[in-house]
């Protein structure tokens, strides 16, 4: 499609999930209202998310560039940003109502990993003030380095469709963050090594609707079948593909925040903006994870 008819997808889809929302209860107790509807400002956030323009001041001048006939009202680059951010909890709303119109939680497979979300070049950790008392100092396997940060937890179903996600100090371990994922779903969850460990099976026993599968250590007895270890290995890697989208197009890994308010928008609108080029895929009859299908070169 062209990026006009992009556009007005993007729109009419959150203008109709917004919607539900405002028809449960009123957004606004009192002030101004904005000049953009919170429609319009949610869908200038997911357009450039997904054109990789991933900072307010981006997204802010390409809009006053090239669209500015389409959203006259658009204020200045303070009131953008104040009001996106203003947003964060509708925008985690509207992508937990979408995941759920795609099957995300009555799905009964789930795959989840983590990675990691630095606040600042490792040496400048010591002497960075950003989010002091919330960011700290963990290890990403993957990389083979420690960061200073966030850690971010994924969680998706068989399709790819992001389920759920948090963001953690980066100290946190992966074992504890995980509950607060998975309370919603059922079956099957594919993990990786970190997860494995007598007490951290003994507490999962409480999550009886769960079925958590890893692979093993090298120096662990394997009692499961060569095949099921096998396409436990290659499914596993869609939350690796997906983590690679969020990472390369939507820029997850770069905090580009000071405060814990803007940076729980920049996430939300990111994992929103990947729902929905799901969502639209689907629509169109594309595979759902091939983004580079919706857009004409």
Known sequence: MSIEEFIISVYCLVDELLKNVEG????RQRGFQPGLSDSEMISLEIIAEFLGIDTDKGAWEYFCNHWRSWF???GSRANYAKHAANLWGI???????????????????????GFPMPTCHFKRAQSSRLFSGEAAYGYCASKGETYYGFKGNLLINSEGVITAMTATAANVDER??????????RGMLIADK?????????????????????????????????????????????????????????????VRARK????TNRIARKVLAHTIA????KQKGNPPLQFELLLKP
């Open 176 to 185: 504890h963050s995980l509950w607060d994922l998975i309370n919603d779903v």
């Open 91 to 113: 925008t985690q709303h509207i992508q937990t109502t979408l995941a759920k119109r795609l099957g995300a939680f009555s799905d009964l497979l789930h795959m989840s990993d």
């Open 278 to 281: 799901v969502f639209i895929n």
């Open 194 to 254: 970190g997860l494995i460990g007598a007490d951290y099976q003994n507490e999962r026993r409480q999550f009886a609707h769960i079925n958590l599968q890893t692979a093993t250590r090298s120096n662990m007895q394997e009692t499961r079948s060569e095949k099921f270890i096998n396409w436990l290995k290659s499914t596993r890697r869609l939350v690796e593909t997906v983590i690679g989208q969020l990472t390369t197009r939507f820029n997850i890994e770069k």
């Open 260 to 263: 814990r308010w803007y940076l």
């Open 24 to 27: 449960r209860q009123k957004l």
């Open 72 to 74: 006259p009202r658009l």
